[in-house]
């Protein structure tokens, strides 16, 4: 898990190609470089290497967070043996224990380390752009084969792991965090109609302009879930460094602690570096009360009273982070700042607290629970989408008037749930682009928390799309047919969000790059493709199953098949979303942070935000309670903040 960085000379159409710079100027390219990895040293503290093509048309940089093989031969850019093939890998690759004594067996290639990312150079040597097909994990790498003059950057299958790209003056940059290009000729500008289409959020858009740019029964349907989740959690135990888990205490981390543990003290597997004999280790984050961190009132169970239950269930190691109000706000910019986009929510300075818990205790690697409820079917806006359209895979029993009675009281309880946490409850509207993915309801509560209500008038002067049609543009019309003619609504909707929602925002601000933030490697079991494709295809009846008058539960098919390794409670909980909550105090710290933030001088730098809008923000979220009013104001303080720490300009009609 690491920060990579490259600058690539694009072809000059008079000429063969070109430098990126004069004949004598590889120091200048080298303190370019220099410049771009010292941004995202979080991501890998322990080392840094830089190469330059002799031509001086290719620069790779990276900095390395060690995992696999913590000697020398590790550190990157990673080069073949005979010196025509070069790469930088970003994340974890599984399984290459026995690709790499496959390879030597077949190919005879020469490994120069134990580096599990070594295995990039030489399936493509082996398999030339086939070589994709066979790597396994959470990763983003780019190689340049000499001999060919061929760049390739790819990611996972999730995106998991961040890759961006941007064209600027005749050189295609690519790093792993956007922040990255700052040095490297990139001027930051807001791409306006992005956010006010939530293309950053549902395609391949960014809040940045210039291309800153993924026959059988229910027991052994079980049964191959059971089987694949054990086999995803044993391929990313694997490490020359101490793993531990994240444990909330919901049933998605607990699965992953159980597994683990099962793997360790009943299968003697080592946790990484940590011998099998030892007890696995967990971390999870205890907020005060008053903080608003618990999910209800002051007489309610916190997540980390359940995890504690959990840790003691397992016989498992537990470390708790006493987190406050003033913490959280203490942590806001830095969190922003690494983000690099937008949160409605304040889970993500959490999730950010979280990650320094770890590393102060001496790990690197942490599994996470991310992934569980696109996977599974978790969410709550999904049961409008299951009854939506008759499970004709699968008898559940559910009477078709039924069906269609409770698909009717789903929608309505969802738009009424989206008013209460201040986002749009208008999930009944239809759109041109909604009614293309088969009128999904997942479609209309997917952009419910877009600003729109604080852009600055000039705005529509851009024409926006309705960000309905944003999400369905995304999708490819191979997919659109398949939705259409093949698909369960259900597996529709779980495609567009895990496409948006997921890979732009929860991978990213609770997950990659909160965790990196803290040169942590979170490594995410439920995204094997493996266990994803599997899950795929299980009936829609058996992910969220009808339980006659006591009414649904959901990510059934994930509850049975680990049932025997989790708590009764853990087992039997209501899903209760990782969010923060969105009422504080006035004259609070988080009070007292936005309103620094929230000027009118601020806004007025920004551009696109209109004071007007915003200057009433703050009594209504803090003062009045208003929910909408509060997420508001939290959203525009992170664009301040982002305004100030990347140099922004002023956003403009022109």
């Given at each position: 898990?690491?920060?990579?960085?490259?600058?690539?000379?694009?072809?000059?159409?008079?000429?063969?190609?070109?430098?990126?710079?004069?004949?004598?100027?590889?120091?200048?390219?080298?303190?370019?470089?220099?410049?771009?990895?010292?941004?995202?040293?979080?991501r890998?503290?322990?080392?840094?290497?830089?190469?330059?093509?002799?031509?001086?048309?290719?620069?790779?940089?990276?900095?390395?967070?060690?995992?696999?093989?913590?000697?020398?031969?590790?550190?990157q850019?990673?080069?073949?043996?005979?010196?025509?093939?070069?790469?930088?890998?970003?994340?974890?690759?599984?399984?290459?224990?026995?690709?790499?004594?496959?390879?030597?067996?077949?190919?005879?290639?020469?490994?120069?380390?134990?580096?599990?990312?070594?295995?990039?150079?030489?399936?493509?040597?082996?398999y030339?752009?086939?070589?994709?097909?066979?790597?396994?994990?959470?990763?983003a790498?780019?190689?340049?084969?000499?001999?060919?003059?061929?760049?390739?950057?790819?990611?996972?299958?999730?995106?998991?792991?961040?890759?961006?790209?941007?064209?600027q003056?005749?050189?295609l940059?690519?790093?792993?965090?956007?922040?990255?290009?700052?040095?490297?000729?990139?001027?930051?500008?807001?791409?306006?109609?992005?956010?006010?289409?939530?293309?950053?959020?549902?395609?391949?858009?960014?809040?940045?302009?210039?291309?800153?740019?993924?026959?059988?029964?229910?027991?052994?349907?079980l049964?191959?879930?059971?089987?694949?989740?054990?086999?995803?959690?044993?391929?990313?135990?694997?490490?020359?460094?101490?793993?531990?888990?994240?444990?909330?205490?919901?049933?998605?981390?607990?699965?992953?602690?159980?597994?683990?543990?099962?793997?360790?003290?009943?299968?003697?597997?080592?946790?990484?570096?940590?011998?099998?004999?030892?007890?696995?280790?967990?971390?999870?984050?205890?907020?005060?009360?008053?903080?608003?961190?618990?999910?209800?009132?002051?007489?309610?169970?916190?997540f980390?009273?359940?995890?504690?239950?959990?840790?003691?269930?397992?016989?498992?190691?537990?470390?708790?982070?006493?987190?406050?109000e003033?913490?959280i706000?203490?942590?806001?910019?830095?969190?922003?700042?690494?983000?690099?986009?937008?949160?409605?929510?304040?889970?993500?300075?959490?999730?950010?607290?979280?990650?320094?818990?770890?590393?102060?205790?001496?790990?690197?690697?942490?599994?996470?629970?991310?992934?569980?409820?696109?996977?599974?079917?978790?969410?709550?806006?999904?049961?409008?989408?299951?009854?939506?359209?008759?499970d004709?895979?699968?008898?559940?029993?559910?009477?078709?008037?039924?069906?269609?009675?409770?698909?009717?009281?789903a929608?309505?309880?969802?738009?009424?749930?989206?008013?209460?946490?201040?986002?749009?409850?208008?999930?009944?509207?239809?759109?041109?682009?909604?009614?293309?993915?088969?009128?999904?309801?997942?479609?209309?509560?997917?952009?419910?928390?877009?600003?729109?209500?604080?852009?600055?008038?000039?705005?529509?002067?851009l024409?926006?799309?309705?960000?309905?049609?944003?999400?369905?543009?995304?999708?490819?019309p191979?997919?659109?047919?398949?939705?259409?003619?093949?698909?369960?609504?259900?597996?529709?909707?779980?495609?567009?969000?895990?496409?948006?929602?997921?890979?732009n925002?929860?991978?990213?601000?609770?997950g990659?790059?909160?965790?990196?933030?803290?040169?942590?490697?979170?490594?995410?079991?439920?995204?094997d493709?493996?266990?994803?494709?599997?899950?795929?295809?299980?009936?829609p009846?058996?992910?969220?199953?009808?339980?006659?008058?006591?009414?649904?539960?959901r990510?059934y098919?994930?509850?049975?098949?680990?049932?025997?390794?989790?708590?009764?409670?853990?087992?039997?909980?209501?899903?209760?979303?990782?969010?923060?909550?969105?009422?504080?105090?006035?004259?609070?710290?988080?009070?007292?942070?936005?309103?620094?933030?929230?000027?009118?001088?601020?806004?007025?730098?920004?551009?696109?935000?209109?004071?007007?809008?915003?200057?009433?923000?703050?009594?209504?979220?803090?003062?009045?309670?208003?929910?909408?009013?509060?997420?508001l104001?939290?959203?525009?303080?992170?664009?301040?903040?982002?305004?100030?720490?990347?140099?922004?300009?002023?956003?403009?009609?022109?």
């Amino acid at each position: 898990m690491c920060g990579i960085s490259a600058i690539v000379a694009l072809a000059d159409p008079a000429q063969d190609g070109h430098r990126l710079r004069g004949d004598n100027d590889q120091d200048a390219l080298t303190r370019e470089m220099e410049d771009s990895l010292q941004l995202i040293k979080h991501r890998g503290p322990d080392s840094n290497g830089i190469w330059i093509n002799p031509d001086q048309r290719i620069v790779f940089g990276h900095n390395r967070l060690a995992i696999n093989d913590l000697s020398p031969r590790g550190n990157q850019p990673l080069h073949s043996a005979d010196g025509t093939i070069h790469a930088i890998v970003n994340g974890e690759l599984y399984g290459y224990e026995k690709l790499k004594a496959d390879l030597v067996q077949s190919t005879g290639y020469q490994f120069l380390s134990n580096c599990d990312s070594e295995i990039v150079l030489a399936l493509y040597e082996a398999y030339g752009l086939r070589f994709l097909q066979y790597l396994k994990g959470e990763f983003a790498f780019c190689l340049y084969d000499s001999r060919k003059k061929l760049f390739i950057a790819a990611r996972d299958r999730y995106g998991i792991k961040p890759l961006f790209w941007t064209i600027q003056k005749q050189r295609l940059l690519v790093a792993a965090e956007i922040k990255a290009f700052l040095p490297l000729g990139w001027q930051p500008e807001w791409d306006v109609r992005s956010l006010v289409e939530g293309g950053w959020n549902f395609d391949d858009r960014t809040l940045f302009k210039d291309g800153v740019r993924d026959v059988r029964n229910e027991s052994d349907i079980l049964q191959g879930v059971r089987d694949r989740l054990m086999e995803a959690v044993r391929v990313r135990l694997r490490a020359d460094v101490p793993i531990g888990v994240y444990l909330s205490g919901g049933i998605d981390s607990s699965v992953i602690a159980g597994l683990a543990t099962h793997l360790s003290k009943d299968l003697g597997t080592n946790i990484g570096s940590i011998p099998s004999k030892d007890r696995v280790t967990c971390f999870c984050v205890q907020f005060d009360k008053t903080s608003g961190f618990d999910e209800s009132g002051s007489d309610a169970l916190t997540f980390a009273d359940i995890a504690e239950r959990t840790a003691e269930y397992l016989g498992v190691k537990l470390h708790k982070h006493h987190m406050n109000e003033e913490a959280i706000a203490l942590r806001f910019e830095d969190a922003t700042w690494h983000c690099e986009h937008h949160n409605r929510d304040l889970n993500y300075v959490g999730k950010f607290a979280l990650s320094e818990v770890p590393r102060e205790l001496g790990f690197k690697v942490v599994l996470t629970g991310e992934g569980a409820d696109e996977t599974f079917t978790g969410y709550q806006e999904y049961l409008p989408d299951v009854l939506r359209e008759a499970d004709m895979a699968w008898d559940s029993g559910l009477p078709e008037n039924k069906r269609l009675s409770m698909f009717n009281t789903a929608e309505a309880e969802t738009a009424g749930w989206h008013g209460v946490i201040g986002a749009n409850g208008e999930v009944q509207s239809m759109s041109e682009g909604r009614c293309k993915l088969n009128g999904i309801t997942t479609v209309a509560t997917m952009p419910a928390f877009n600003p729109s209500s604080v852009f600055a008038d000039w705005t529509t002067s851009l024409h926006p799309l309705n960000p309905q049609d944003v999400i369905a543009n995304d999708v490819s019309p191979i997919v659109i047919e398949k939705m259409q003619q093949t698909w369960h609504t259900i597996n529709t909707a779980q495609y567009v969000w895990t496409k948006g929602h997921l890979a732009n925002q929860f991978l990213s601000c609770l997950g990659d790059r909160t965790e990196m933030a803290h040169s942590i490697e979170g490594r995410t079991p439920f995204l094997d493709h493996h266990v994803a494709e599997y899950v795929n295809n299980i009936p829609p009846s058996l992910k969220v199953k009808w339980n006659g008058d006591e009414g649904f539960t959901r990510k059934y098919a994930l509850r049975e098949a680990m049932k025997s390794f989790v708590t009764q409670e853990a087992y039997e909980r209501v899903k209760h979303p990782y969010s923060a909550p969105i009422s504080y105090p006035v004259d609070g710290p988080l009070h007292k942070l936005l309103g620094k933030l929230l000027t009118k001088a601020n806004m007025e730098q920004l551009g696109f935000v209109a004071w007007d809008k915003v200057k009433t923000l703050l009594d209504r979220g803090f003062g009045k309670k208003e929910a909408l009013a509060a997420r508001l104001a939290i959203i525009v303080a992170q664009w301040v903040v982002l305004a100030q720490r990347f140099g922004i300009a002023t956003a403009s009609q022109a």
